[in-house]
Every structure is written in structure tokens, then in C-alpha cells.
């Protein structure tokens, strides 16, 4: 179960903390009965978050903080129900104008952080969540946040084909959180791609460890193997892809190259068609399936297969060419993608600030 940035029944503990010893002065005309005015319509707006009315939770808390304007706290939980509500730019807002008031809220840096990775801006999360690096001892909340972030810092540099940068990035985002979502998995796809086995290996594995059934990180393991010329055991780790997500073309066609690698041409043929059933216009598993036909003494269809890859290949080239010249947009192709490929999962269960 996902647990919400504003966790009804913390404020219940708020309210009776700060109208007791450790409530913050409050100047002028806000006297103690604006103060439990305050604290009611919190209480209020906590039972509308806890029934899921998040814009009447908001719209409750923000006449609260209109009556108690120099209470700080209510701030933090303010810009915790917008950021929940999806008002990124509201949550920052009302994170900013606690930290004002008080720059040792650690709640207000949490939510300033989380409303930042949120709304986008992954580098500025990462920039005010960088105040917990290395501290063991933060809110799991924010070094959940701040492991995040940093992959997104490191998916943008890998995009661009910054490696040094996108190394950094993700060995900081396991550092700050070592069960961060797919952190091992994108460290060790970067290593691949530059052809730093071990050291990829060892990061895929970790994936694994934790998430044994994870496609991408089977996939890649197994071709780091192919292409270190360890056939056998790259055709253990594709069987295991295939046995586990049928429906995974890249897997069966990998498949398929292994077989042919270890002279097993039947079983590569069988591997490849079912990776073309999968995706159809791929020309590198038609011609595969030409060179496991001609091994089979297939003459005929080893032809077919290599025409029907010599097609889509001019396809493809057509579809580049029209990207380049501005005509049409084409899509981006092989093996090897720029980053994960998957889209980071920032809506995450993390504990309240």
C-alpha cells in the first residue's frame, strides 16, 4: 500500500506538541484562540485527507496557516497535502515560506525536496535533498527521495552520453539508498555500454539478488556473456528470460544467436520465428533466422529471411533519413538503448516527512 506525503494522524501528535510545550510564539493578534482555531481546522483537514477529499484536506490547511500565518509547522503539512493533491508548485511554495520561518524543519526540506522531484526538476531535488548524503540517520523519506533524483540526474547524463557523469550520479543514488528501484540495473547497463564486463556483471547481479525475475537485467546479463564469448552460460540466463516472460522478443531473439553460437541451428530457428511472431519488422532476428535456415540446409527460406531483413533494414534507413532532413520523426533503434528504458517510478512509497 502506497503511503501518502501527508500522513493523516501525524498531526493529531502536532497539534498536541505545539499547543503545549513546544508551541512557537505566535506575535501580536494571534493569541492563543487563533492558535486552537489553527489547530482545529488542522484536525479537520487531516479527517478530509484521511477520506481521500484531498482538495477540501488543502483547501482546510490553507485557512489555518491564513490564521496562524507564523506557525511554521502548518506550512510543512500544508505543502504536504498539495504535493499529494499534485500541486507541485503550491507544495514548493509552501515549503519555501516554512524554511523562512524555520530552517531546521526537517519535514519542510523533505516535502521542498519531494515536491521538486515531482514537479520534474530532478536536479533541484537532488540539490536540496543533497543535505543527506551520507547521514545514516535521515528520514528514509528523504533518502528515498534523494536516491531517485539522483538516478534522474544520472538518466539525463546518459542520454546526453555523459558516462563519468551518469557513473557518479547513480553510485550516489545507491549510496544514499542501496535499495533504490533499478539503481544496480542502471549502473550496470551503463558499465555494459562501455564494455566494462565485470564491473557490470556485478552490478546486474545485484539487480537480480533483489529482483530475480527483472527482464532488462536478465537480458543484458546474458548478452554481456555473448558478447565475452560465453555462449553456455548466456543461453542459461536467455532461457531463463524466455521461461519467465514469454512474450520478451528482444529475449528469444538473443535466444536464437546463442543456439546458432553453440550449433544447435534447430533450436535457433525455433527461438527466432517465435521472436518474429513477438516483433516482426526487427530485420536483425529475420536475419538470424536467415543463418540459422542456411545451417538447417533451409535454402529457400534462409533467402526469404535474408530479402525479408535486407527490407526493413532500407525501411529503417528511409526512416533515419527522413529524421535527419526534418521531414518526418523517426524512432530511435538498437540494441543497446541510451538509458533504462523505463520510466522512473517517482510516485513512490516512501514514510511521511
Not at 508551541?23 to 484562540?33: C, E, I, V, Y
Not at 515531482?118 to 535521515?138: F, I, M, N, P, V
Not at 527482464?215 to 565475452?228: C, F, G, M, S, V
Not at 523517426?330 to 540494441?335: C, D, E
Request: with cysteine; charged share 25%; glycine share 8%.
Amino acid at each position: 500500500m502506497r503511503t501518502p506525503l501527508y500522513d493523516p494522524g501525524m498531526w493529531g501528535l502536532l497539534i498536541a506538541v505545539c499547543l503545549g510545550f513546544g508551541a512557537p510564539d505566535l506575535p501580536g493578534a494571534q493569541t492563543k484562540d487563533a492558535r486552537q482555531r489553527a489547530a482545529a481546522l488542522a484536525a479537520t483537514a487531516d479527517e478530509h485527507a484521511a477520506a481521500g477529499r484531498l482538495t477540501e484536506a488543502v483547501r482546510t490547511m490553507e485557512e489555518a496557516e491564513r490564521i496562524a500565518p507564523a506557525w511554521a509547522e502548518l506550512k510543512v503539512n500544508l505543502a504536504a497535502l498539495r504535493s499529494a493533491a499534485g500541486d507541485y508548485a503550491g507544495a514548493i511554495a509552501a515549503a519555501r515560506d516554512a524554511l523562512r520561518l524555520d530552517a531546521t524543519l526537517e519535514g519542510a526540506w523533505v516535502n521542498l525536496g519531494l515536491a521538486q522531484l515531482k514537479s520534474g526538476d530532478a536536479a533541484a531535488a537532488a540539490e536540496t535533498l543533497g543535505r543527506y548524503k551520507g547521514h545514516r540517520d535521515a528520514p528514509a523519506s528523504a533518502r528515498a527521495a534523494l536516491g531517485v533524483a539522483l538516478l534522474l540526474v544520472g538518466d539525463a547524463a546518459d542520454a546526453e552520453h555523459d558516462w563519468p557523469v551518469a557513473e557518479a550520479a547513480y553510485r550516489a543514488a545507491l549510496e544514499a539508498d542501496p535499495a533504490v528501484l533499478r539503481g544496480h540495473y542502471s549502473l550496470g547497463l551503463l558499465l555494459y555500454k562501455q564494455r566494462r564486463y565485470d564491473e557490470a556483471a556485478a552490478a546486474l547481479d545485484r539487480e537480480l539478488a533483489a529482483d530475480p525475475s527483472y527482464a532488462p537485467a536478465l537480458q543484458y546479463r546474458a548478452e554481456l556473456e555473448l558478447d565475452r564469448g560465453n555462449v553456455d552460460p548466456a543461453a542459461a540466463w536467455l532461457e531463463r528470460l524466455t521461461t519467465g516472460t514469454p512474450g520478451h522478443a528482444e529475449g528469444w531473439r538473443a535466444l536464437g544467436r546463442a543456439r546458432l553460437d553453440q550449433g544447435r541451428a534447430p533450436d535457433a530457428v525455433k527461438a527466432l520465428e517465435r521472436a518474429i511472431e513477438l516483433a516482426p519488422e526487427d530485420p536483425s532476428a529475420h536475419f538470424l533466422l536467415g543463418r540459422a535456415r542456411s545451417a538447417t540446409a533451409d535454402r529457400a527460406g534462409a533467402e526469404a529471411a535474408f530479402a525479408r531483413a535486407a527490407e526493413l533494414n532500407q525501411q529503417l534507413r528511409d526512416r533515419l533519413e527522413q529524421r535527419v532532413s526534418g521531414r518526418k520523426k523517426g524512432t530511435r533503434s538498437g540494441r543497446i538503448p541510451a538509458r533504462s528504458g523505463e520510466q522512473r517510478a517517482i510516485d513512490f512509497p516512501v514514510p511521511p516527512p
